[in-house]
């Protein structure tokens, strides 16, 4: 075997072509047989196993290259929770916690807790809070990358409120801290409302902060978002105004313009939303599904389907996030012929294969318009297997068009697919019950009624109380935005 020197490996090592696994291992092989034991070289070995996928089991060889290189060094180590896949990262560091062989850095926390934001779960949120322990002790909390690191961990695990008490406590907050703040309020699914509405408060904060750290596009991104969610078209469009006079034609950048559209159209003003949309010189797959979603909220179907061709024309392929919105649009407008000719060219003819939100597009398509025995036969007929919302959709449509028989064997097939009623997913169960229980209050088969509400009680499940929710307009007033 020819040897090469150390710059000549490095280089190699450095190559985006290399996807052969035994050219990884030749160089691999150099860097041993020549006694090469540079930490960069080593890195750059890890990162490409790690980064390539290229063969079974490149993660281990990744893991076994640090542990074999002796003494243990705090740089590799660093790079190998980096580029290990966030499972594996969190293990490694757990491992080496224990060991106490290694002094880490910053870095190495910041890796750290990126991996647990990445691989959410109870046991990494406990680690990330082991982490969060550890930096206090050690002093780096005045570090604004590792703070706000720790930010992001607690909002992607659910735990919005300690990431908003370390939010406080920081002396200097970067853009990146702003940012990791607001979209953590905004990626909350408990109290979405009330998050939503604290995210707008921060972004007001932000404008008046003395520190002077001004919005990015990533900021107003997460803003119009927000006013998406919340439907204050007032604030959506101040918003773009603030835009206007800071970054200058924000509709030139495809993430900004395409937030625009999708604010524009949520918020009930699809001309504004249109608006934007011709503007704009770069579209991207993500700003035709927005025009397509917002032409679907204001039932224009037909509209809807023509952007397909545009996109075409424009030479970008629709994703299947296009096609359910399609679909979508399609229902609204009642457009059942063109939604199952769309379907049927879906794959064919645009190479995007149905999943099962599709299969129920169809399905409410065809129900809404009161072809309630052919939706069934498209449910049994589709190659996977049925979901409860596939049904359910059918089973409202029965009760709205009063098919009592078809409506009962749909009930039934629902209760079938219940699993076994405990006392913690009480909540979640009683929608089936109540919808088949409706089906024969329809028709006035009241003993079946009592049958199915005795089957309620038997397995203990409640009927959760019905809600309405009217949003005002003062409610979400800003009096920094007045």
């Known amino acids: 075997m020819l040897s090469l020197p150390g710059h000549r490996c490095f280089a190699l090592l450095k190559l985006k072509a290399i996807t052969n696994p035994s050219h990884i291992k030749q160089i691999h092989a150099?860097?041993?047989?020549?006694?090469?034991?540079?930490?960069?070289?080593?890195?750059?070995?890890?990162?490409l196993y790690c980064t390539k996928k290229t063969f079974p089991q490149s993660t281990k060889i990744a893991r076994f290259v640090f542990t074999h290189f002796d003494p243990p060094?705090?740089?590799?180590?660093?790079?190998?929770?980096?580029?290990?896949?966030?499972?594996?990262?969190?293990?490694?560091?757990?491992?080496?916690?224990?060991?106490?062989?290694?002094?880490?850095?910053?870095?190495?926390?910041?890796?750290?807790?990126?991996?647990?934001?990445?691989?959410?779960?109870?046991?990494?949120?406990?680690?990330?809070?082991?982490?969060?322990?550890?930096?206090?002790?050690?002093?780096?909390?005045?570090?604004?990358?590792?703070?706000?690191?720790?930010?992001?961990?607690?909002?992607?695990?659910?735990?919005?409120?300690?990431?908003?008490?370390?939010?406080?406590?920081?002396?200097?907050?970067?853009?990146?801290?702003?940012n990791a703040m607001i979209n953590g309020y905004c990626s909350q699914s408990k109290k979405a409302k009330d998050c939503a509405f604290n995210a707008l408060v921060l972004f007001r904060d932000m404008l008046v902060d003395v520190s002077g750290v001004k919005p990015t596009d990533t900021t107003m991104v997460c803003v119009l978002s927000v006013s998406s969610q919340l439907g204050l078209l007032e604030f959506g469009a101040c918003v773009h105004g603030y835009m206007e006079k800071t970054f200058y034609m924000p509709e030139n950048d495809v993430f900004i313009g395409t937030a625009l559209v999708d604010m524009y159209s949520k918020c009930g003003c699809l001309d504004g939303a249109l608006l934007i949309f011709s503007r704009m010189r770069e579209k991207n797959v993500l700003t035709w599904t927005a025009m397509a979603t917002g032409m679907a909220i204001h039932g224009?179907?037909?509209?809807?389907?023509?952007?397909?061709?545009?996109?075409?024309?424009?030479?970008?392929?629709?994703?299947?996030?296009?096609?359910?919105?399609?679909?979508?649009?399609?229902?609204?407008?009642?457009?059942?012929e063109e939604g199952l000719h769309l379907f049927d060219n879906m794959k064919s003819k645009w190479g995007v294969e149905p999943h099962i939100q599709h299969y129920s597009c169809i399905v409410d398509l065809l129900s809404r318009a009161g072809h309630l025995e052919e939706a069934y036969n498209f449910i049994m007929g589709i190659p996977i297997k049925p979901d409860a919302i596939l049904w359910r959709?059918?089973?409202?449509?029965?009760?709205?068009?009063?098919?009592?028989?078809?409506?009962?064997?749909?009930?039934?097939?629902?209760?079938?697919?219940?699993?076994?009623?405990?006392?913690?997913?009480?909540?979640?169960?009683?929608?089936?019950?109540?919808?088949?229980?409706?089906?024969?209050?329809?028709?006035?088969?009241?003993?079946?009624?009592?049958?199915?509400?005795?089957?309620?009680?038997?397995?203990?499940?409640?009927?959760?109380p019905g809600s309405s929710i009217l949003q005002t307009t003062t409610h979400y007033t800003l009096d920094g935005f007045r």
């Open 30 to 47: 150099q860097l041993i047989t020549n006694a090469l034991k540079s930490p960069p070289l080593y890195a750059q070995l890890i990162q």
């Open 393 to 464: 959709s059918l089973l409202s449509a029965c009760n709205v068009h009063g098919d009592v028989a078809l409506g009962e064997k749909v009930g039934k097939i629902l209760l079938q697919l219940q699993p076994e009623v405990t006392f913690v997913d009480v909540a979640c169960t009683s929608e089936d019950f109540v919808a088949l229980s409706n089906i024969y209050a329809s028709a006035e088969r009241w003993p079946d009624v009592e049958s199915v509400r005795k089957q309620m009680k038997v397995k203990r499940v409640e009927t959760e």
């Open 73 to 178: 060094n705090l740089f590799l180590f660093n790079t190998l929770i980096r580029c290990t896949p966030p499972q594996d990262s969190v293990l490694v560091f757990a491992n080496w916690v224990s060991k106490g062989l290694l002094t880490f850095d910053d870095f190495t926390y910041v890796f750290a807790l990126g991996s647990c934001a990445r691989f959410c779960s109870l046991s990494t949120l406990w680690l990330g809070r082991q982490i969060h322990v550890h930096v206090t002790k050690r002093g780096l909390m005045f570090n604004v990358l590792v703070a706000t690191t720790l930010i992001h961990f607690y909002a992607s695990n659910k735990d919005i409120s300690s990431g908003k008490k370390v939010f406080d406590q920081m002396p200097m907050r970067s853009s990146a801290t702003w």
């Open 300 to 336: 224009k179907g037909n509209e809807a389907i023509r952007l397909l061709d545009s996109m075409r024309d424009c030479g970008v392929k629709p994703n299947a996030v296009t096609f359910t919105s399609l679909f979508a649009a399609c229902c609204h407008a009642g457009l059942v």
